[in-house]
């Protein structure tokens, strides 16, 4: 038994000098030169080999979305790589559908520019630019949560869509040492174009909203790029629910000034879940839209409320209230936005009240 032990541990130590040797070379041995990138069979860019694909394209400024700042953890920073991009990752696949692995798809922050590659990329991320502000106010909302304003200084105006999000750059400090991007969704009014505000809750010891909370004061110069993503408004007519708390809130603020400018008269609930009435915010806001569009109706749900704290409204979890107020959502489609955990459990609700899920329309903010 105590050979067996002895010779698991010699293997196991090999094993794990050989791994550590080779990480070793390739940080500091490996010299892949100058690697061609061709992207859209149309366009060559010169990079350094030896980096990521996600930062050797963000170095030539072209931005792939991506949430987790290259981690591997968000699976959001997808191209097709149609030739060098080596073998697929085990950190890949989690992310990865089966039609998604044979169509070459990949997850640009694992693959690694070690010689020429061909890639295709959305045409629209060409239109993705880099953008320089001023943080202008910041605004608390909650005890987690705040409004940063950022008015833009070069290019000066951004043409979004509203539920649109951009990528905020934050850059290194005391106990953060490398710069990363991180997603957020524009709440802002669209028709203010040289404008771009950020709702953003707090995560504990996170590199990015420990930064906004502690470190980013009114006046600094911000840099983020932008704007990407599907979420959107669709073009029909239908009546709408919409499902968000917390800083999910934010691409429905977008939304509702341009419902708001656009005088648009669709049917639309939005359910606000927060914990106690802490969670809850922009509640005068909300009321300003309500009476800007007569047929929007703002809804707070509070699972926990606490004695004494005078909450009449919704209890409990927001799908519940969702279910008391609707019997049948077939001929609705439902908005979401927020974490994943969320929003599945909201579609879940709205499929089994007869919404097809092909009108459910969400934003996982991871
Ligand atoms: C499309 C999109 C839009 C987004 N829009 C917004 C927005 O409008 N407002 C906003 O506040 N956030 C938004 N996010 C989330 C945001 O991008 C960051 O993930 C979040 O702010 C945490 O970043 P961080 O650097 O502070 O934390 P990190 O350093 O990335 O994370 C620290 C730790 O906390 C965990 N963690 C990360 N995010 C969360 C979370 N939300 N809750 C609990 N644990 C978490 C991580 O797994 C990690 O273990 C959005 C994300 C996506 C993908
Ligand atoms: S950037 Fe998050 S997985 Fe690649």
Not at 274 to 280: E, F, S, V, Y
Not at 299 to 326: H, I, Y
Request: aromatic share 10%; charged share 25%; glycine share 10%.
């Amino acid at each position: 038994m105590t050979d067996i032990l002895i010779t698991v541990l010699i293997v196991s130590s090999i094993a794990a000098g050989l791994a550590l040797l080779l990480v070793i070379a390739e940080r500091f041995i490996a010299n892949y030169g100058q690697c061609k990138i061709t992207i859209n069979q149309e366009r060559d860019i010169t990079v350094q080999g030896g980096k990521p694909l996600l930062s050797a394209l963000t170095e030539q400024k072209i931005f792939i979305p991506s949430a987790c700042g290259g981690r591997g953890t968000c699976g959001v920073c997808k191209v097709t790589v149609r030739e060098g991009g080596g073998l697929l990752l085990p950190t890949e696949t989690p992310f990865l559908t089966k039609e998604e692995i044979d169509g070459n798809v990949r997850l640009s922050c694992q693959v690694k520019v070690r010689n020429d590659l061909a890639i295709e990329i959305p045409e629209e991320l060409f239109n993705v630019r880099e953008y320089t502000a001023r943080c202008a106010d910041i605004e608390d909302l909650t005890y987690d949560m705040k409004r940063f304003r950022f008015e833009l200084t070069e290019p000066k105006a951004m043409d979004y869509i509203p539920g649109q999000y951009v990528q905020l750059l934050c850059p290194k400090y005391k106990g953060n040492s490398e710069e990363v991007y991180r997603a957020y969704s524009i709440s802002s009014d669209p028709e203010d174009k040289g404008v771009i505000d950020l709702i953003i809750r707090r995560v504990p010891n996170g590199i990015c909203t420990t930064w906004c909370f502690e470190h980013l004061k009114k006046g600094d110069a911000v840099r983020l790029n932008g704007p990407y993503g599907e979420f959107r408004l669709s073009k029909t007519e239908a009546p709408m629910v919409f499902v968000a708390g917390g800083s999910g809130m934010a691409p429905f603020v977008s939304i509702l000034h341009f419902m708001q400018k656009t005088n648009n008269l669709r049917e639309a609930v939005y359910f606000f879940g927060g914990n106690t009435i802490r969670d809850l915010c922009l509640a005068e806001q909300m009321k300003g839209f309500e009476k800007a569009l007569p047929n929007f109706t703002f809804v707070p749900v509070v699972s926990r409320p606490e004695e004494g704290d005078g909450w009449e409204d919704e209890t409990g979890l927001v799908t519940e209230a969702v279910k008391r107020r609707f019997k049948v959502l077939s001929g609705y489609e439902g908005y979401l936005c927020g974490s994943p955990g969320m929003i599945d459990a909201a579609a879940k609700v709205f499929t089994s009240l007869g919404m097809p899920e092909d009108k459910i329309y969400y934003d996982k903010f991871a």
